[in-house]
């Protein structure tokens, strides 16, 4: 088997582990599904198991573990001439055109997560590493240093914001909203400046 049918295999066993994770605890509840049930309905073992995700809550929210890298690494990949917002409003557009484009594992995956706290809480420690990826590359992107200037961490977080808000109207919305509008309207505010009296 070629290394990249190897990876095509192991995409597709994480998310096949995901998706039952997923239905299990949107049917059940979390306290109702064990590793070893996820483990079954995926049709692998639990040793298996181990192998995608540290532990029942990790499988729930699905993300895999080079998700901290990628947004950073696609904003490196941009072209020089855009600004760092330009930057990175474009590989939030893509990322939403690319979760719009699956209306049931993601809709799916915000209803869950958002009716355990404590799978909210895991996804926004997956979502503060991703944040540091980025801030070292906007900092290495702009000449400025991530820890003492304000731009690379600001912009991060930021751009976190606009996503987080994005997907909040979107579960709002039952999921009927357009998810990448949600994230232009957002930036679109964000660069405009806050008015300073309410519209």
Do not use: C
């Amino acid at each position: 088997m070629t290394a990249g049918l190897r990876e095509q295999k192991k995409d597709a066993t994480r998310r096949a582990l995901h998706a039952a994770a997923l239905q299990l605890v949107a049917d059940r509840g979390l306290d109702g599904v064990t590793v070893d049930d996820i483990a079954a309905q995926a049709d692998v073992s639990p040793r298996t198991f181990f192998n995608y995700f540290p532990t029942k809550d990790d499988a729930v929210v699905g993300l895999d573990p080079r998700h901290s890298g990628r947004l950073a690494e696609a904003v490196r990949a941009r072209p020089g001439a855009e600004t760092p917002v330009q930057a990175v409003r474009a590989v939030l557009l893509d990322q939403a055109r690319e979760m719009a484009r699956d209306p049931q594992l993601w809709p799916l995956r915000l209803q869950v997560v958002d009716a355990h706290p404590v799978l909210a809480a895991r996804l926004s420690a997956v979502f503060g590493d991703a944040e540091r990826a980025l801030t070292a590359v906007l900092a290495e992107r702009t000449g400025t240093r991530a820890d003492a200037d304000a731009l690379p961490g600001l912009l991060a977080a930021v751009q976190g914001a606009v996503m987080r808000t994005a997907l909040h109207r979107w579960l709002a919305s039952g999921f009927t909203a357009d998810l990448p509008a949600l994230v232009d309207e957002g930036f679109d505010l964000v660069t405009a400046g806050f008015p300073a009296t309410p519209a």
